[in-house]
């Protein structure tokens, strides 16, 4: 038998039925938000209020399970009122850690609540030893979640350079890794991820068929168009298909997963710490099927089984951890 | 926007067969539609607390192997689902189109939305973020869809759930032998769709390469 691989498994909540379903699937730790602005997966209908969150951290708890509670949106300039209480009621409720990406939210929970475990969120981009140790130094960060731009070389350099631990993304939808720093979606929605926690927010987007196609619309403007028989994948611009120098085809990013089952090992041999499945926007069967997958083969227990129809476009990649292109 | 006819697009029928059957499904539906969604109202609030915002939004949900539409309306101290009107399908907010039992299972939390969307086995139209509110708020109850129904029908549960079961087993099996069937009539015809298909390709290239070298085709080809 394979042996176990000593990796935190992170896993993600929208509800708290997911947040249940997570934790009876074996998570070793749940990510979770408010219902509000201050994390970065402000959807309708989605997270939790402060009362659902002390219950599903008592739940979590009771099962040997972390919440990590996530206020990693930007606060506003001048009105930081709601991001600061996020903050103060993780701490109040308990909350295993928060995960931020604001500097000044930052320095509040360092000062506030000096006790409440800190991890800097991808939404920060810190991607080098300078940056990351800066957050460590001035703010007491003792994890930071990687952006997806490093290969397993690049990880393992990085950890030899730094005393945080690392958290990789390990399954779930790509981006063109500018996380933080990625606006292409305000320019058709007036929205901003990095603010109001919204990429390509619902109410911008619109569904057509038109006849056997599918037509995704964002902010007025057709993104794409899926033929009958093609995989759809998210309305987001990044994943538009466009015509340039009269070729039409997806100019930024495929709509294709990550998927690290394939280099777990060699994620645990370059120190990393953790692993995230992304997705709290996803359904329970979602969290569910990926966590119980990554349970398995955390455990030594064979492979995740076939995960390819819960991913975008129904395929998947190993992304920047192998840059086979360079 | 689809166009509709009273009992649904599976078995179109004269307007004024439609209008009797239209009031018989009526009729026959209503009692246990409202009586289950009175259950869910009971036995769910949080559903209508996340859908607050969207109260007076109309769903339709539509089947697609049942001839008969359904619109739905959250609205905490008065919500409806009732067998969809003209009205409704042209009012609607939103329509969540798929077969029957993905529709159950994804109410049920056992399928994900996002993957029966990727597959395009679940369309959606309208107001997307009606949809998505919708499908988180019902992704955070744990629901039993069987179970709402056997128990909207009263003293009458036990048999109900029987009779559940039977027809989902008689469904699956004419779903299972209406598929061979499909299979038999058109295999062959995509056989020759794939075949002339290819045919066409050769030709493409064919006039590509006189296109290029201005040379005569090769001789043998047959289409």
């Known amino acids: ?326 | 926007m689809k166009t509709s006819t009273p009992l649904g697009s599976a078995f179109p029928l004269p307007p004024s067969v439609g209008d009797i059957g239209r009031s018989l499904t009526q009729l026959c539906l209503q009692p246990p539609l409202t009586i289950m969604m009175r259950q869910m109202a009971s036995h769910h609030p949080a559903i209508f607390e996340r859908m607050t915002n969207y109260a007076a939004a109309v769903f339709v949900v539509d089947p697609t192997d049942l001839p008969v539409r359904f619109a739905m309306v959250l609205e905490r101290r008065s919500p409806s689902l009732r067998v969809a009107t003209d009205d409704d399908i042209e009012a609607a907010t939103a329509t969540i189109q798929g077969p029957i039992a993905l529709l159950v299972d994804l109410l049920e939390g056992k399928i994900d939305g996002d993957a029966l969307f990727f597959s395009r086995q679940l369309v959606v139209e309208g107001d997307t973020e009606a949809i998505v509110a919708l499908r988180n708020a019902v992704d955070g109850e744990e629901i039993d869809v069987r179970s709402e129904i056997a128990r909207s029908t009263g003293p009458f549960a036990g048999a109900m759930r029987n009779l559940i079961a039977v027809l989902e087993s008689v469904f699956a099996r004419g779903r299972s032998r209406l598929r061979t069937l499909q299979d038999a009539i058109l295999e062959p015809a995509a056989n020759d769709i794939r075949s002339q298909r290819h045919d066409i390709d050769a030709l493409r290239d064919q006039i590509a390469e006189l296109k290029r070298g201005g040379r005569k085709p090769r001789s043998g080809f047959s289409a």
């Not at chain 1, 699937?25 to 997270?47: H, I, K």
């Not at chain 1, 003792?142 to 690392?166: C, K, S």
């Not at chain 1, 990789?168 to 939808?173: K, R």
Request: with cysteine; hydrophobic share 40%; glycine share 10%.
């Open chain 1, 1 to 326: 038998m394979t042996p176990r691989l000593s990796l935190e498994l992170v896993c993600p909540a929208g509800t708290p039925a997911a947040l249940r379903t997570a934790v009876d699937a074996g998570a070793d730790a749940v990510y979770a938000g408010f219902r509000d602005a201050t994390n970065a997966r402000n959807f309708p209908g989605l997270n939790f209020s402060r009362a659902e969150m002390r219950e599903g951290l008592a739940y979590a708890h009771a099962h040997r399970c972390k919440l990590l509670i996530a206020v990693n949106t930007y606060a506003e300039a001048g009105a930081p009122g709601p991001w600061h209480d996020a903050i103060d009621a993780a701490a109040d409720m308990g909350a295993d850690a928060v995960i931020l990406a604001d500097i000044g939210l930052l320095d509040y929970a360092a000062r506030t609540h000096p006790h409440l475990r800190r991890h800097l969120s991808v939404q920060a981009s810190a991607s080098n030893p300078e940056s990351i140790n800066f957050y460590q130094r001035a703010f007491g960060v003792r994890r930071v979640v990687l952006p997806r731009v490093l290969t397993v070389a690049e990880i393992a350099h990085l950890n030899e350079q730094i005393d945080v631990e690392t958290e990789v993304f390990a399954f779930g939808g790509m981006c063109p890794m500018a996380e933080g720093r990625c606006a292409l979606s305000s320019y058709v929605t007036g929205e901003s991820p990095n603010l109001r926690g919204v990429c390509s927010p619902a109410s911008a987007v619109r569904y057509e068929k038109r006849g056997e196609d599918l037509v995704s619309q964002l902010g007025g403007f057709t993104i794409n168009a899926f033929g009958p028989h093609e995989s759809a994948g998210y309305p987001t611009l990044c994943k538009g298909r466009f015509t340039a120098n009269d070729r039409a085809g997806y100019l930024f990013e495929e709509p294709t997963s990550l998927n690290v089952t394939g280099i777990l090992p060699d994620l645990r041999a370059a120190g990393v710490t953790a692993l995230k499945i992304e997705g709290r926007q996803r359904g329970k069967a979602y969290v569910a099927e990926v966590v119980r997958g990554f349970r398995r083969a955390l455990d030594g227990n064979g492979r995740t089984g076939a995960l390819g129809n819960m991913t975008e476009g129904q395929r998947e990649t190993a992304g920047a951890y192998r840059r086979d292109w360079r």
